[in-house]
DNA sequence: AGTCTACATTCCACTCTTGACATGTCATTA
DNA sequence: TAATGACATGTCAAGAGTGGAATGTAGACT
């Protein structure tokens, strides 16, 4: 009740699995396929991760284990204290953190190269960011769009991705052109 | 030599500062703020990181103690070896990792809110493109752009957060318009 | 009956990152 | 001369994230 919870900024997986379980429950496998599939591009996370998370989760009260199943398998379902830090989570206006891009970092350095491994850098991040285009293409033509709360958003998001490439690769090529 | 060094993929804020003493030699203090201003956007670094990966390439050798200033102040140099495993870093193509972005984390859970919070949050996200936007062009005016070769690419860097925030004002103001 | 694939979990060792704490010096200016 | 602010470095604990190894079960197909 008065527990005096120091929250710190991070956390974001907890959150994430909290909110995946507030559409429904499911167990760290299919939690698994749901990160590989729908957050890959907003936060990958991997196996060895989300079983840690879901532990830690169930040790706190956010989450409980609602079923058993075949293979040892444990269904995890939010609790009413889960849906509420997931609430808080969203609204608490917390100052989003800094997204570190490893690809715009080397930009800074490519003056150490010479101009054609400079275009070479480039050429590798205009297709990369085609893929990225293609690879949402995909997936928006493969998911039913009629599905749960998360279609709705998962809309939204699909759409920020393909945005977000299609501008990289503008600007790529725009940059391209500047170096002589 | 011939050491064989089992190079793991991340170790971005390595190649951060190799990249920056590629320029000048600097010290730990310059190179904080040289994080603070111009690598802010793509990798954000705090003191402590820094001065512990000074010590740690100075221990290897990428870098070197060029010469030593008025408070304790170290100058550090890049040595050929680093300037080559910077290189290294740009030319091999090593595969980028996945950006994390809690603020689009966010968006796929925005279904457990009311539509009226949704808007709310999508509103604090076209504040915070604007606000991203305007520090970028208020730096750009600011910038000395004859300076060295940082400058070149800076401006390319720089010129991606302009798209980029102009991009995600965009879909946010989208997003609000597909929220009933 | 044997084998293969998908399902399913746990543990470990390591690196990266954050945020706070701790310490001290030089130059300016009131 | 005393205070202040910019300069300058170092250390630590804890959380976050990576990558791999180890283990085993259920169902489906041959």
Redesign the interface.
Known sequence: MSRVECRLDGM?LR??LL?LL?ERPASGYDLLKLFET???????ATQSQIYTELTKLAGTGLITVAAEGPRGRKEYALTDEG?AE??H???E?KP??????????????????TPE?AHG?LA?LIE?SDQGYQSLRRLEESVDWDDG??S??????L??GL??NA??R??AE??AG??T
């Not at 709705?152 to 998001?157: E, L, M, P, T």
């Open positions: 974001s959150h994430a909110g507030s729908s957050l890959a591009t907003a936060w990958p849906l997931l609430r989570w969203l609204i206006t989003q953190r800094n997204t570190r891009s490893d690809i715009l970092l080397r930009v800074f350095f490519l003056g150490v190269l491994q850098y590798e990369l709360g998360l709705v958003y998962g809309r939204i998001a759409e920020y945005r977000f501008m990289r503008e600007w725009w940059a500047q170096i």
